[in-house]
Nanobody
Framework: VQLQASGGGLVQAGGSLRLSCTAS????????MAWFRQAPGKEREFLAA????????YSADSVKGRFTISRDNAKSTMYLQMDSLKPEDTAVYYC??????????????????WGQGTLVTVSS
């Protein structure tokens, strides 16, 4: 499956952005999905995940209460609503998809498919 992330940009601290991740296949609903980010010089960081049905979501403590993950299987699209953005949220944001056993929602290694990334820059 091919993933296309979009919605990044420049925003002031305290502002909001909504990222989208659109899949190329109608089998999108078969995959568990997630958002990660990577800042310069840092490792890829888990942000949030959503199960294939949308029934389960998981969020990292660093973004809990500020970022909300959701999906619309009819549109083959996943979203990340980001509120109360901080300069330290500046990074390239990636969406990921995976399926199969031994589900580990926060591990990048579990996800097989990745989008190209979209840059989010938060100014102070």
């Amino acid at each position: 499956v091919q993933l296309q992330a979009s919605g990044g940009g420049l925003v002031q601290a305290g502002g909001s952005l909504r990222l989208s991740c659109t899949a190329s296949e109608r089998t999108f609903g078969n995959y568990n999905m997630a958002w990660f980010r990577q800042a310069p010089g840092k490792e890829r960081e888990f942000l949030a995940a959503v199960s294939w049905s949308g029934g389960y979501t998981y969020s990292a403590d660093s973004v809990k209460g500020r970022f909300t993950i959701s999906r619309d299987n009819a549109k083959s699209t996943m979203y990340l609503q980001m509120d109360s953005l901080k300069p330290e949220d500046t990074a390239v944001y990636y969406c990921a998809a995976g399926s199969g056993p031994h589900y580990d929602h926060s591990s990048p290694r579990w996800y097989r498919y990745w989008g190209q990334g979209t840059l989010v820059t938060v100014s102070s």
